[in-house]
């Protein structure tokens, strides 16, 4: 336990380790007033994707990411601690990811020579698939605790906002968060701001009150507008620890914010696939053929709520959320200066997932929807022994909204989403998701994942997204489907 004054002189003989491994790794000083923790994670993966025209799509229109890969997905650097008896800490950096340079071969590096009037001939492209250096700050937050019922959170971190967005990497049964939940509901994931949270009676009852940015992970507020989130969660059942339903769970969320059409000029969050394929990318082309951007303006909100039912070996898990976010449309290069319309995306992201640990022990990867939380090691009590086993798990996750580009004024183009005779407004795709994970330990695991997004009426104007087979030339008016396999090897300290 830490000492009982801050500002303790005296170093008091100590029986307990000051370096070591105790379910985690741990550096302290001698009178326990710092603690570091140095800890890390690892994704090793294999990406594949088929189906209707896969093979078809050129590399000049993202082809490549569609071929069988290996990749790193996640090599992340962290160092969490505890100060002063009441603080805690938390930095992460990700080096993963490991992205392409100029993967479709047209990013111009210059137009022309400087002074020089630019044409076709001038232009100075980019290498072509070259590395590019990946790090990204992941969280970064200093927490404040006035009691395990009463914290304050300062800095980037996961959301307070949904059990599938506060499940860490580390745990979450698929090897990315579902559609529902990474594309449509909190497509940001992290933020920057302030959080009250606390866990009350041993999580019987969990909450979470933020005022963030809204602007997203590593992105500051543009406009002098922040974003209100809450999220509760309660286990009815919970004083029973020993009952068949002590960890069942019941909560919701909500978000609420605002974008100023002044300042807010980034795109609208495509939706995309667990393996970064879009298949709807915010956008497109007017019949001007000038590319057309939707971007966020004015209110955003969702509110929705989460179930979880863990009885013995299975586990139930469903969440859906109803989404009601304000756009505006401009054309490329104007998103700060013009505005051609103002429209809205709205509708119902949802999913369900049932689970079961059929070998081994049960529930080795912990309870989902407790991230960020300050790391603590009680090196007062035995290192539990490591439990293992195999989850085996199935998925249903949905999107099923609409996005109208002038619904709340302005001129449609007869390419704008909701023009008479026009593309339509329609969002729907449908997530269908196996998995099989072999967790080592809860520190290592090896999963397979295979998910088949279906678009009913994808290439039509029955609706806005669109698979490969949607997109390649001629294109395949029968082409609704992407199926995507997934390995992942992953390791976390």
Known sequence: M?????DAAVVKEEQQPLAGWHGGFFLRDANDNFRLYPKGRLNFDFASSFGAGVSDVPATSGGSTLKPRLFIRRARLEVAGEFLKRF????DVDFGGQGLGNANGRTENAAGAAGQAPTADTARFAPVESTTANAVLADAWINYSVMPALNFLFGQHQAFFSMDNQTSDNGTTFMERNIATRSFAYPEGKDIGLTIWGDVADRMVVYGVSVVGGDGQNRPGVDSQFDFIGRVAARPFASDKKGLLAKAQIGVSARYGDRDQRYVGYDYAAIRTAQGYTLWGAGYTDSLKRPIHVIPSASQAAIGGELRLPIKMVELRAEAYYVANE???????????????????????WYVQLSAWPVGDAFVSGDPGFSPRPTKIDLTKEIEKPKSGIEVAAL???INATYDGASRGGAYD??????????????????IGLAANYWYTKNIRLGVNYSAYLTPGSGSSENLLRVPGNTVTPADPDAHALHELGARVSMSF
């Open 414 to 431: 007869e390419k704008t989403p909701g023009a008479e005779g026009g593309p339509g407004t329609d969002l729907n795709v449908m997530q």
């Open 88 to 91: 805690s800490f938390d930095v």
């Open 2 to 6: 830490f000492a009982p004054t801050a």
């Open 327 to 349: 756009t505006r449309e401009a054309v490329e290069g104007f998103q700060l200066t013009n505005t051609e319309r103002l429209g809205q995306v709205k509708g119902l992201g």
């Open 396 to 398: 249903l996750a949905g």
